[in-house]
């Protein structure tokens, strides 16, 4: 080990306290780390995982225990003083900030400690895959958390507005007004004119905290760096779509009887459209599912859904009494002559 041969590398205790000072860096990290495995994801499996390895590094150095303390001068650190320039305040600070900070600090300490002090590497390559494991269970679970609490979900049609600028200002005060979830669903439009208008969308749906789905491309959703898509009945297949986007991308899709509905929670989609309830221009083809199936859903499905089709200010009752809290919206916010009063009323009635 590189400590028994101190005389040849280092003077004095320098290498004690650079032991020292890294098996504190990575024991405090794991253990945030643990706290975030144990109380935000449920894990025991990884919770035991960073629990066992900050035992097992602390073991490995123990017989050094009062070399490592004694050689500790934190008040003449010159280290301590140094500012950090990406240091995040405690204001702006979240779980998931917390998380990547963490990581990289453990990754970092352990580096440091096998090159000083001889800790096998093996920890570090195990610190990689529970980094990537735990981060796709944190990001999967806050987009979760997301979508149960989102209601309003806003499916856009910019086919009667005479300018793109008046779309685009429909859009943002549907927003502001507190629209949960944007669809940029634009079948007449061009992929050029639809990555146009998604640049804009993204910037709004982050300015306001809204989610921001494209409708069937998956390929414009990764160039948007969407939060998902949203597929139909005769598009990409779930599966397909994730392995294309990610763990983290939120997959929904459109259903129409139970056995859509069925078929799609098993697949693993985050969420269903149900509908058209009601009929609708946007789908002239498509006969409405109706009520029943949406009380058939109501009953028989736990995922997030979303009744869709000719809903308005007129029909949101229909929908609720069904015990349906979450509805999807074209016409009824596009084209309406006051936008911030109809979402408003909207948002108070699913609410």
Same mark, same amino acid.
């Not at 280290?79 to 204001?91: A, M």
């Not at 600090?105 to 400690?113: E, G, P």
């Not at 392995?243 to 009887?257: F, Q, R, V, Y």
């Given at each position: 080990m590189l400590y028994n041969h101190l005389g040849s590398i280092f003077i004095g205790d320098i290498l004690f306290r650079i032991i020292d *000072? +890294?098996?504190?860096?990575?024991?405090? *990290? @794991?253990?945030? @780390?643990?706290?975030?495995? #144990?109380?935000k994801l449920n894990d025991l499996d990884l919770s035991t995982q960073l629990k066992n390895m900050r035992h097992e590094i602390c073991s490995f150095f123990d017989s050094k225990y009062d070399f490592l303390l004694n050689s500790r001068d934190t008040a003449h650190d010159v280290?301590?003083?140094?500012?950090?320039?990406?240091?995040?305040?405690?204001?702006e600070c979240? &779980?998931?900030?917390?998380?990547?900070?963490?990581?990289k #600090? @453990?990754?970092?300490?352990? #580096?440091?400690?096998n090159e000083y002090g001889g800790l096998s590497d093996e920890y570090r390559y195990k610190v990689y895959c529970i980094e990537k494991k735990m981060n796709e269970s944190l990001f999967m679970n806050i987009k979760k958390y997301l979508l149960n609490n989102k209601k309003l979900y806003l499916v856009t049609n910019s086919d009667n507005f005479d300018s793109d600028d008046k779309f685009l200002d429909t859009v943002a005060l549907a927003l502001k007004s507190g629209v949960d979830i944007i669809q940029l669903r634009e079948k007449h439009k061009s992929a050029s004119q639809i990555i146009k208008y998604g640049r804009v969308i993204r910037q709004l749906t982050l300015q306001y905290g809204a989610l921001f789905i494209v409708n069937d491309r998956v390929d414009i959703a990764q160039i948007l760096n969407a939060d998902g898509v949203h597929l139909g009945q005769d598009d990409i297949d779930i599966s397909?779509? #994730?392995? @294309?986007?990610?763990? +983290?991308? &939120?997959?929904?899709?459109?259903?129409?009887?139970?056995?859509? *509905? &069925?078929?799609?929670?098993?697949?693993? *989609?985050d969420y269903i459209g149900v509908g058209p309830v009601f009929k609708t221009p946007t789908k002239p083809n498509r006969e409405p599912a109706g009520l029943s199936y949406l009380n058939w859903v109501v009953k028989n499905i736990s995922i997030p859904y979303f009744a869709i089709g000719a809903i308005d200010e007129n029909s949101i009752d229909e929908i609720i009494s069904c015990g349906c809290n979450r509805a999807a919206f074209v016409r009824a916010i596009m084209y309406s002559h006051n936008v911030e009063k109809t979402v408003k009323y909207l948002k108070d009635k699913l609410s």
């Open positions: *000072a +890294n098996l504190n860096r990575s024991t405090e *990290a @794991l253990r945030v @780390l643990e706290e975030i495995a #144990r109380f280290g301590v003083d140094i500012e950090n320039p990406t240091k995040i305040s405690r204001e979240d &779980i998931k900030t917390v998380f990547k900070a963490n990581f #600090r @453990l990754q970092q300490a352990l #580096r440091v400690l397909s779509a #994730r392995d @294309l986007l990610g763990e +983290n991308a &939120i997959i929904g899709i459109s259903t129409h009887k139970p056995q859509d *509905a &069925i078929e799609a929670q098993r697949c693993g *989609a």
